[in-house]
């Protein structure tokens, strides 16, 4: 059987080909393309039209397949008018529109939508915009499937990551909506993971169906984790870390509220109980102001730094908008008493030290708060590259590292496709087998 993936990532997206027999899942990427958000006018945009005309470029390269799934980045949105238009470019959700949201969510809300408070949640720009001409609202991979097949509707796992969703009944939480003033009709039915949105529309030439698929891309990842017991934690590693749990129920207390955990829908009723952790954005942007390309000479460099010299929080909102993300290490080591990271490798060193110590956190409370025992720690994503942070990963939390598969969103996805196509047994068990996995043990070094 074969598919195609669209997994976009905020730093690239990517058109991946599988075949899956024989108890095994081999992808091969067809197609790479930047991710870059256009600053136009003030406003923070993604160009969702140069992503559209990339992917249907990859879905050309891939070939002939039984169907597509989308996955991407969650939170943000296109509004359609009535005749299904666009009404205006999809804003980024790291535009400073909804930066004046501070406050934490009323403990209401998280009772409802379990959803950790972050300024860009699609609820906070929701009430940022206009919505007397938007007739429906479709979420990032829901609008690439519309542009795809003419059909309107909402996945669950991005629709989880609105804020307006009820996590307990697993659909929208329409009383929540009514109550914020928000249009009831814009939020379209929500569908399962597995279910076809529709045959590919014939003039694009693709004879294919769109299956939808764990369109969060974290979803997808979190389904592609190889674990083989439920006593894992998992850290899904690429521009942001997600970093938890998966569970079968969602925890909504107080406690969990104030640590700042959401529990977002996956697969087969499960729960990702996780936080935000900034991630490897924090780098990316230090490599972007750098003018660096070689992300492997600096890893190595920093391997060599001295350990220990000083600490970020990475989840600090300075760290939140693309900007001079050097400036804002010094200015944060100033603010808290630190000597400011003497050169590039230190720098890298700061940045990963600070974010192994924010998984432990991560992973201890995830642990405390939903009564799960940990025994391994999953990481998946592009980070699953970086060994130096694994191997820090593995010494902070005291816990055996398993890294990889770096693809996981888009074995998450086309598992799931093929899962809808009759494919039976536990996805897991294929990932594993057809993944290369690397464990880094705590206290072991690096060869
Ligand atoms: P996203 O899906 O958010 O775009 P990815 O899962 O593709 O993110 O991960 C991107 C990250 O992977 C980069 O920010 C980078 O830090 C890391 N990465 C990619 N390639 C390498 C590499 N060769 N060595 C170390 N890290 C890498
Ligand atoms: C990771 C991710 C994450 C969201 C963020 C907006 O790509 O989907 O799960 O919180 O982007």
């Avoid at 954005?281 to 660096?292: K, M, V």
Wanted: glycine share 10%.
């Amino acid at each position: 059987m074969r598919f195609t993936a669209v997994d976009l990532g905020a730093s690239s997206g990517r058109v991946m080909r599988a075949e899956i027999s024989g108890g095994r899942v081999d992808l091969v990427e067809a197609h790479r393309f930047p991710n870059r958000p256009v600053s136009v006018a003030g406003t923070l945009h993604w160009d969702v039209l140069g992503l559209y005309s990339q992917m249907l470029e990859g879905l050309r390269q891939a070939g002939p397949v039984e169907s597509i799934g989308i996955d991407s980045w969650a939170v943000d949105y296109g509004l359609l008018d009535g005749d299904g238009r666009l009404i205006g470019n999809p804003v980024h959700y790291r535009d400073a529109r909804t930066s004046g949201y501070t406050e934490r969510l009323d403990a209401d809300r998280y009772e409802v939508n379990g959803l950790q408070f972050l300024p860009f949640n699609t609820l906070y720009q929701l009430l940022e915009e206009r919505l007397d001409r938007a007739e429906t609202l479709l979420m990032i991979p829901d609008l690439f499937a519309y542009w795809l097949t003419g059909v309107r509707g909402a996945e669950l796992t991005n629709a989880s990551t609105t804020g307006l969703f009820d996590v307990a009944r697993r659909d929208w939480a329409r009383p929540l909506i009514d109550r914020l003033g928000l249009p009831a009709r814009i939020f379209p039915e929500i569908s399962e993971p597995g279910s076809v949105v529709g045959p590919v529309t014939a003039e694009l030439g693709f004879d294919t169906v769109v299956t939808r698929v764990a369109s969060h891309d974290t979803a997808s990842a979190v389904a592609a984790v190889p674990a083989r017991t439920p006593d894992f934690a998992y850290i899904s590693c690429g521009t942001w870390s997600l970093v938890g749990v998966e569970l079968d129920s969602p925890v909504l207390s107080e406690e969990s509220r104030a640590a700042n955990f959401t529990n977002e829908a996956g697969i087969d009723g499960t729960i990702r109980y996780l936080r935000n952790v900034m991630g490897l954005w924090i780098l990316q942007e230090c490599l972007r102001a750098w003018g660096e390309s070689d992300l492997e000479g600096l890893l190595q460099a920093a391997a060599h730094a001295k350990p220990g010299q000083m600490t970020i929080d990475p989840d600090d909102p300075a760290f939140l908008p693309p900007g001079d993300m050097p400036s804002r290490i010094a200015a944060y080591c100033e603010r808290t008493g630190q000597p400011a990271p003497a050169d590039r490798p230190q720098a890298v060193r700061c940045i990963l030290e600070s974010l192994a110590l924010a998984y432990q956190r991560a992973i201890s409370d995830a642990a405390r708060l939903s009564g799960r025992e940990i025994d391994v720690v999953h990481l998946v994503g592009g980070g699953a590259r970086n060994a130096l942070l694994c191997q820090l990963t593995a010494d902070a939390t005291g816990l055996p590292v398993v890294a990889g598969p770096v693809e996981a969103a888009a074995l998450g996805n086309v598992l799931v496709q093929a899962r809808a196509r009759g494919l039976a047994g536990d996805l897991r068990e294929f990932v594993r087998r057809s993944q290369p996995l690397r464990t880094y043990h705590p206290g072991g070094g690096l060869v």
